[in-house]
């Protein structure tokens, strides 16, 4: 069996029929010695008892159901949101590659340049949709398979291996063990910085964090007034100055009230003007001096914000961010808007960072952390 078929099982078999089993499965052990005591008993008697008897474990127990029946449906919750968000990429490129393996039914030279073209235009990336070809062509003629149809499974799986191959991409935030997490984000105007931190510091709190935004865009004008208005509508920390302040003592003075106030966790909205790197390098530079002073090695991540719907502009984006600092994952946002969302694999390829967080929508609860087999599941479910 194929990568995507155990993925799609995972997700497909109903997974409040997976955690019922589970629950039978704990109730059944608490009732193990009442079942082997009744088996004289008449049959019915004592399915009405086992019935009241687990009723009654189930009262005894709220706890433990109530967390089963939470993790149960954050799964399930999450599993739709993938789906949902990438309905427009599914209908986008997906469904193209459907069409083509419809058209041709056997595997043949068009057959590739088509899939190609089908893989670049959904922002794969040149380099790795040719990689991706090359092994697809060696694969084909090694397994002697001669059908599209046979081949439709592999190539979701081999578009899985590109993202997990090599290295093993971690989604963890790296928690500061001593004093207050520092989380930096950057990125160009637009991409989604200030949602982003709402939304994760939204989840955050969820989390039982208590969670402070420090609004260090001082460039735009009102920029740190959307930063407040989220932390006013979430119900978390706020700080932050208005237009022209200096950005590395908006994170001073941020920072000094983390550490006060007894904070987990402090989320940093920064200008990212790329059209000048130099100032930029040492905006962040200076930023980044003024955490290490409070947090050794400065922040414990600094995110890059990239919009999905800018394709490969985002790819170079990231690469020239990654010179002028040291990036540690990627939020990609706007998902839900774009039908290619292939881009998660060229960042991988072509960036060679991790995508942490994806946006697939402008609510405070559209921020996901990013998991490959809810992706391709949420892209290929119809494909087979
Ligand atoms: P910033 O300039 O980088 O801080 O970007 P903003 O946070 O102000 O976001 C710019 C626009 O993108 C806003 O209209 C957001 O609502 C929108 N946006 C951000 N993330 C998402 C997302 O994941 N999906 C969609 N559809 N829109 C988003
Ligand atoms: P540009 O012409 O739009 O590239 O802007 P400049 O680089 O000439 O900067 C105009 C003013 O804004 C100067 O006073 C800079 O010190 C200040 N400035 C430039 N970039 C930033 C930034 O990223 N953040 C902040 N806070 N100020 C900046
Ligand atoms: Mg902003």
Same mark, same amino acid.
């Not at 609004?215 to 009102?222: Q, S």
């Not at 003007?273 to 000048?276: A, G, V």
């Not at 774009?338 to 969302?341: F, I, L, Q, V």
């Not at 929508?361 to 559209?366: A, S, T, W």
């Given at each position: 069996m194929g990568l995507f078929s155990k993925i799609k099982e995972m997700f497909k078999k109903d997974s409040e029929e997976v955690v019922l089993e589970e629950d039978n499965e704990s109730l059944e052990e608490t009732l193990e010695d009442n079942e082997t005591l009744e088996v004289e008993e008449v049959e019915e008697e004592h399915k009405k008892e086992v019935v009241l008897e687990k009723e009654k474990v189930k009262k005894e127990n709220p706890k433990i159901i109530k967390k089963e029946d939470k993790e149960k449906t954050t799964l399930e919750k999450e599993v739709k949101r993938y789906e949902k968000g990438l309905s427009k990429s599914r209908e986008g490129f997906v469904s193209k590659l459907v069409s083509l393996t419809n058209r041709y039914s056997k595997v043949n030279d068009e057959f590739f340049d088509e899939l190609e073209e089908i893989l670049i235009m959904a922002d794969i990336g040149v380099n790795t949709v040719m990689s991706f070809i090359d092994r697809l062509r060696k694969r084909v003629s090694k397994e002697g398979i001669t059908d599209t149809s046979e081949l439709k499974e592999i190539i979701v799986d081999e578009l899985f291996i590109i993202y997990v191959n090599d290295q093993v991409l971690s989604s963890k935030i790296n928690y500061n063990t001593n004093g207050p997490t520092v989380i930096l984000f950057v990125g160009v105007?637009? $991409?989604g910085k200030t949602t982003t931190i709402g939304k994760l510091a939204y989840k955050m709190k969820n989390e039982g964090k208590k969670v402070l935004l420090v609004?260090?865009?001082?460039?735009?004008?009102?920029a740190y007034l959307q930063l407040k208005e989220w932390a006013e509508k979430i119900d978390v920390g706020f700080y932050g100055k208005e237009e022209g302040s200096d950005p590395a003592s908006v994170v001073f003075d941020g920072l000094k009230k983390a550490k006060d106030d007894e904070y987990d966790v402090v989320l940093i909205d920064t200008a990212g003007?790329?059209?000048?790197k130099v100032n930029l390098m040492k905006e962040l530079e200076k930023i980044n001096k003024v955490i290490d002073g409070f947090i050794?090695?400065?922040?414990n991540e600094t995110l890059l914000i990239l919009d999905a719907t800018t394709g490969q502009n985002g790819i170079s984006q990231a690469k020239a961010f990654k010179e002028i600092t040291n990036i540690t994952g990627i939020v990609l946002t706007k998902l839900d808007g774009?039908?290619?969302?292939g881009i998660v694999l060229a960042i991988k390829e072509?960036?060679?960072?991790? $995508?942490k967080y994806i946006g =697939?929508?402008?609510?405070?609860?559209? =921020?996901s952390v990013f998991d490959i087999e809810k992706y391709i599941y949420g892209l290929f479910k119809d494909m087979m």
């Open positions: 105007n637009g $991409v609004g260090a865009d001082t460039f735009r004008a009102g003007r790329l059209q000048n050794e090695g400065g922040a774009t039908a290619k969302g072509e960036v060679g960072l991790p $995508v =697939l929508g402008e609510g405070k609860d559209d =921020l």
